[in-house]
């Protein structure tokens, strides 16, 4: 939970606690989170290196740590290129589950002249919505546009794969919650043992999986890149 109401209440516990997969500002309270900044930063990077000039944003932006963290990647990957997003497309949605929306937004922006040529979704439900709308418009992805996800390895062979059975699978960026659970018990032991020592926020890398074959990716070969 990122609820300051309820860290304030776990602080006062005295019971030692780690936030995972959420964000806290209280002194005393671990956080462990994803690496939300540098992934979108990556995804934009591969997109860039495919020599995309024109990249959207899909998703939100605004509310929880992650929607922040991600965007503000996104653009540091394009700034870091004397670039930024163009406000036609930076494409907002409510939430990160709005597969839909996502998908009437895109087919909509492909229908004028100037667009974009590489995409930036950074949560599986956003990037099915997307990528269908690419489908739906006739692009061809690897070949006249690209896009980039984020979705756990699990979510990426069992469900993303399965959308692309037959052809590619776009590039995704992947995370294991393990990693998350192993380093949050790790954190707890310390806290248990060192009550006083300076709390931390520790971030788990995502990795850069480049497109490959849906069979491929649902026997889960990952190559992936840190």
């Known amino acids: 939970s990122s609820q300051p109401a309820f860290h304030a209440q776990a602080l006062a516990s005295g019971i030692p606690c780690v936030v995972v997969n959420a964000s806290s500002d209280r002194a005393g309270l671990d956080v462990?989170?994803?690496d939300n900044l540098d992934g979108a930063r990556k995804g934009v990077e591969y997109l860039l290196a495919r020599g995309r000039r024109r990249i959207a944003w899909v998703g939100p932006t605004r509310g929880y740590p992650h929607f922040r963290e991600r965007f503000a990647g996104a653009r540091a990957g394009l700034w870091d290129a004397g670039r930024d997003f163009a406000p036609e497309d930076r494409l907002e949605m409510p939430n990160h589950e709005a597969t839909a929306e996502a998908q009437e937004r895109?087919?909509?922006r492909l229908k004028s002249g100037d667009r974009p040529d590489g995409f930036i979704c950074p949560w599986l439900e956003i990037a099915l919505g997307v990528a269908r709308a690419l489908r739906a418009s006739g692009q061809k992805l690897g070949k006249s546009v690209d896009l980039v996800g984020w979705?756990?390895?699990?979510?990426?062979?069992?469900?993303?794969?399965?959308?692309?059975?037959?052809?590619?699978?776009?590039?995704?960026?992947?995370?294991?919650p393990a990693e998350l659970s192993n380093l949050a018990l790790t954190l707890l032991k310390t806290r248990a043992e060192h009550p006083g020592a300076p709390s931390a926020r520790t971030f788990v890398r995502v990795r850069l999986q480049e497109p490959q074959s849906a069979e491929d990716a649902l026997r889960g070969r990952l190559s992936s890149q840190l």
């Open 32 to 34: 462990v989170i994803q």
């Open 106 to 108: 895109v087919e909509r």
């Open 151 to 176: 979705a756990t390895e699990y979510e990426y062979r069992e469900i993303f794969a399965l959308e692309f059975f037959g052809s590619q699978v776009p590039a995704m960026l992947l995370w294991r």
